[in-house]
């Protein structure tokens, strides 16, 4: 009788303990867990790095059209900027300004 009790006993222990050692595997200081979650940062990080090397080739794309393409300071200063030369004459379309109201 007392040996069965003490197997029962022993069987409850060693299933805390294996409940413990498997809480500890996932959710430790190292566990699964955290692996997943420093994995999915990682690769959150190289999406991001991979997204700046694009936008840097596409400045440095636009660096070298400006370099090359002196026309390309004309047409931005009248499209974007809204510049005209001294001789220019300059219309407003007022059809436009009464849609955007």
């Known amino acids: 009788m007392q040996s ?4 029962t006993l022993n069987n409850i222990l060693l299933l805390i303990l294996t409940c413990i050692f498997c ?4 959710y430790g200081t190292s566990g699964i867990r955290l692996l997943q979650i420093l994995s999915d940062a990682e690769k959150a990080s190289k999406d991001e790095i991979i997204e700046k ?29 809204h510049m005209a ?17």
Do not use: G, H
């Not at 809480?23 to 996932?26: D, E, P, R, T």
């Open 53 to 81: 090397q694009q936008q840097m080739a596409y400045l440095q794309n636009q660096l070298t059209l400006w370099k090359d393409n002196p026309f390309l300071y004309e047409k931005v200063a009248r499209e974007q900027l």
């Open 4 to 7: 069965s009790i003490k197997n």
């Open 85 to 101: 030369k001294k001789q220019d004459i300059v219309y407003y379309d007022l059809s436009l300004e009464k849609t955007v109201s």
């Open 23 to 26: 809480y500890i595997i996932v």
